[in-house]
């Protein structure tokens, strides 16, 4: 057994891959080989990389935050392989919430050994501090008339959003400062009505409090923060063909995904609806049940990581499927990839457009690959 905040020695080497278009995987130099300070651009390059080649192996851990690796470690248990991504949770409830420091550094550990970051935060209505799920995320509903007032800066219930994203602040700067970019998926599956900030289509619908959030947390100065934005494959508003009315912009979005559960793998209509909203960003798998097979994998291949929602490990997979995934070619876990240190974007193309001729290096770009 591990504690509770546990170190590692990242996997044996993957010998280097021929990507297309002439890139190729970053592979570990050491079989000890750690993942130092690095930004998002590094990371959104490194996706842009492997979109159409491979895909990230991740497991989501969610409560108690005072356990915070528990299904990283069951799936090294069943696979052997390290997650090549670690989804950590903000929580809700009075006691995980006073259990984030515990959670952040984990967080630390595992970019560390050399997985990716992912943050979810399931989020009680922002004028109440701690909830249980039920009846404080699920079935809390804001009426039309506080939709309004949340969206509309200075009112209390926007200040009172404000302030609840205040209370994330001080650990997304620690990240920051140890140089962690973290994939961030704030109000996930908007596109359905299950919580209160979702299932509301158009420009001052969901989509414009995932402007609200990403503005004011960039005017913290996180600019640690991967964006992804999220949605499920559901028939409310409007299927695959309603996914538009949920989009934020180009400008909000590093990286677009889709939480499959209503078909368990997507059907090729929302696979190609997140392919057309994401204009030449990555795309991912951010929730699943059931772990992708190697062959599904490669029908859509430009999913660049999935995320198996934690207690499902278990309860909706066998040993040998999971095995199959972890330990197939074309997905990459933990001490199979390296994201690039000490930069990673160009600087030559900061401040420029899309037309500048540096490609995917500038945030918000699309386009064919690297230049």
Not at 250 to 278: C, I
Not at 337 to 354: E, K, L, S
Request: aromatic fraction near 10%.
């Amino acid at each position: 057994m591990r504690s509770k905040i546990f170190t590692r020695k990242a996997a044996a080497l993957l010998a280097a891959i021929p990507l297309a278009g002439a890139a190729w995987l970053a592979v570990s130099s050491s079989p000890a080989s750690a993942t130092g300070a690095s930004t998002p651009d590094a990371v959104i390059n490194y996706l842009h990389q492997i979109s159409g080649n491979h895909t990230i192996s991740g497991v989501h851990n969610k409560e108690p935050l005072s356990n915070p690796s528990q299904y990283t470690a069951q799936a090294h248990s069943i696979t052997g392989k390290w997650p090549g991504l670690w989804g950590g949770e903000l929580g809700f409830t009075s006691t995980d919430i006073a259990n984030r420091q515990t959670m952040i550094n984990q967080a630390k550990t595992e970019w560390a050994n050399g997985s990716l970051v992912n943050l979810t935060w399931h989020m009680c209505r922002p004028d109440v501090a701690t909830c249980q799920f039920d009846g404080g995320i699920n079935g809390s509903k804001l009426s039309d008339a506080e939709w309004s007032q949340l969206i509309t800066n200075g009112t209390t219930l926007n200040n009172d959003y404000k302030a609840k994203l205040d209370t994330a602040v001080p650990y997304f700067q620690q990240l920051k400062d140890a140089g962690v970019p973290v994939l961030f998926r704030p109000l996930h599956e908007m596109n359905e009505g299950w919580a209160w900030w979702g299932g509301r289509p158009g420009t001052n619908g969901s989509a414009k409090l995932y402007q609200i959030t990403h503005d004011y947390l960039e005017s913290k100065g996180l600019t640690n923060i991967i964006w992804v934005w999220n949605v499920k494959d559901t028939d409310a508003n409007g299927g695959s063909g309603g996914v538009s009315s949920f989009y934020p912009g180009d400008n909000y979005v590093d990286v677009a995904s889709l939480d499959p559960w209503d078909q368990g793998f997507p059907t090729s209509d929302w696979y190609q609806a997140l392919l057309n909203v994401a204009h030449g960003k990555p795309v991912s798998l951010a929730e699943v049940g059931t772990v992708p097979t190697p062959s599904q994998l490669a029908s859509q291949p430009q999913w660049t990581w999935f995320m198996i929602w934690a207690d499902y490990i278990t309860s909706a997979n066998s040993t040998t499927g999971l095995q199959a995934t972890f330990n197939s070619s074309r997905v990459l876990s933990q001490g199979q990839f390296t994201i690039p240190t000490g930069g990673g974007d160009d600087a030559a193309c900061r401040g420029y457009g899309c037309d500048h001729g540096c490609g995917w290096q500038v945030r918000g770009c699309g386009g064919g690959g690297l230049r």
